[in-house]
Every structure is written in structure tokens, then in C-alpha cells.
């Protein structure tokens, strides 16, 4: 085992490619409101500072009877449909499962919801990752170390033995509030010059140089 003795990942656009889907779900929401379609490209960069956040931008407001109407449709089509349109990155699969067999633990948080958060990783990742920890009322958002803070005490391991890996600035702030290492990875939902610009110092562009930065001594 490398440096770490834990590795905790962000969820979308990280482990699983799921943009299809939320960009599916959000414009059906739209549709059910009256309102037109809008463009996945779009969507993906209003990805993964929370579904409340997403619906707000989509809407224009954060509150009242459309904001509450499309947050609603959209929650209760996403929990039943988040398996749909979504894939694991090539050679993660692998990868997570060597991790886990030499003994890193390996752990999510995410701003996604915790109900379709666990489901996703348990249909994707069955076995593998030791706490998923998404949001719930209550709870701050990242870059927020709340969600962090969490799985290092389940698991008992102190934040300078873990690091974080994510796709986006969040996720970069996150790691830095947590006061852990970070990765960030290539494969995802921001460009690698937006993450330099970020702050990125470690990158990573696929699941080999992945594995490689976590196992290094």
C-alpha cells in the first residue's frame, strides 16, 4: 500500500459518468413544469454544488411553488431512474477493486443526495467503498468538510493519512478545508486549464496514472 490509507472520492463526472442522466431528469422536471428543455452542456457546469443549487439556476429562483414543483419531479425522477444512462470510467472498475483488495480504504462524498449517491455505488461498486456519505437535509455542502470530517471519524483515520479526488473546483476547496492531499482527475466534468486555474497541483488523466499517484510510496 502506498502513501494513503484512505482515498475519498467525489461521485459525479469521478467514479461514474452520469451527466446523460441528470440532464434527462432535470429537463423531464422542466417538461412537467411547461418548461423548454435545456442544454447538457449547460447542465454540466452547474454539476455538483447540490441538486438545490442545479434546480435554482435552472429556474432562475431559489424558492416559490415552480422552484418547489421542479426540485420535487426532479428528486423523485432521478432516485428511480439514476442507474439509467450511467457508466463507470474506463479501468476504475479495476483499479478500485485492486485498492480495495491490497487494503486502502476507499470512501464517497459528494454533494449528491445520500439516497441515489448510495444506491449508484452499490449498483456500480457493490462491496467496495467502506462509508458513502452524500448530502442530507441538515448538512453543509461541499466545500464544506462536514461530509469529510464524517468518514475520516467513521473510519478512524487521521486527515493527513487520506486524500480527496474529484473532477472540479469544489472539490479542490474541499480537499484544502479538509485539510488533505488532493487529486484531481481529467476524465470528468471541467477541463484540465480550468482546474490549473483552480489550483490543481496533482492531476491525474486516467486510472493508470491514478493508481500510480496512490500506490507511490
Not at 457546469?45 to 421542479?70: D, I
Not at 478545508?177 to 480550468?194: P, Q
Request: with cysteine; proline share 3%; net charge negative.
Amino acid at each position: 500500500m502506498g502513501r494513503y490509507k484512505l482515498a475519498i472520492f467525489d461521485l459525479d463526472g469521478t467514479i461514474l459518468y452520469t451527466i446523460a442522466q441528470l440532464a434527462n431528469s432535470l429537463n423531464e422536471a422542466r417538461i412537467r413544469s411547461g418548461l423548454e428543455p435545456q442544454d447538457m452542456d449547460d447542465i454540466m457546469a452547474h454539476v455538483g454544488r447540490g441538486v438545490r443549487n442545479l434546480v435554482t439556476w435552472s429556474v432562475g429562483t431559489g424558492e416559490g411553488e415552480l422552484f418547489e414543483t421542479v426540485m420535487d419531479n426532479y428528486r423523485g425522477y432521478y432516485n428511480e431512474h439514476c442507474e439509467d444512462n450511467t457508466y463507470i470510467y474506463d479501468g476504475l472498475y479495476e483499479l478500485m477493486t485492486k485498492l480495495h483488495e491490497d487494503g486502502l480504504k476507499l470512501a464517497v462524498v459528494t454533494n449528491k443526495s445520500d439516497a441515489p449517491a448510495k444506491k449508484l455505488c452499490e449498483h456500480f461498486y457493490p462491496g467496495i467503498f467502506s462509508e458513502v456519505r452524500g448530502h442530507r437535509d441538515g448538512i453543509p455542502h461541499k466545500p464544506d468538510p462536514a461530509l469529510v470530517d464524517e468518514v475520516l471519524e467513521a473510519l478512524s483515520i487521521d486527515r493527513k493519512d487520506a486524500v480527496y479526488i474529484g473532477d472540479s473546483d469544489t472539490d479542490i476547496k474541499t480537499a484544502e478545508n479538509s485539510g488533505m492531499d488532493h487529486i484531481c482527475i481529467t476524465w470528468g466534468y471541467r477541463t484540465k486549464e480550468f482546474l490549473k486555474e483552480c489550483g490543481a497541483k496533482v492531476m491525474a488523466d486516467d486510472a493508470e496514472e491514478l493508481g500510480r499517484l496512490l500506490l507511490m510510496e
